[in-house]
């Protein structure tokens, strides 16, 4: 698949915070920025594997609330 440079500019503060969440997820910047869009989009195929996992996790835990 082709891909295309895309550049933003991001508050320090805001950027801040992404990194410490990379960090914590163990993702690149690109990864996570790509991982927010396909999320904000509805592509849900092109969210990180890690990010996928956790959904379910989710989903699953409330299912098991209920039942």
Known sequence: MESRRLSIRVPDP???QLQSYLDQ???TVTEGVLAAIA???GDNDRLP???RVSRIEKRLAILEEKG
């Open 14 to 16: 805001l950027l801040n």
């Open 25 to 27: 997820q163990g993702l």
């Open 39 to 41: 999320s904000y989009v």
């Open 49 to 51: 594997l890690v990010e």
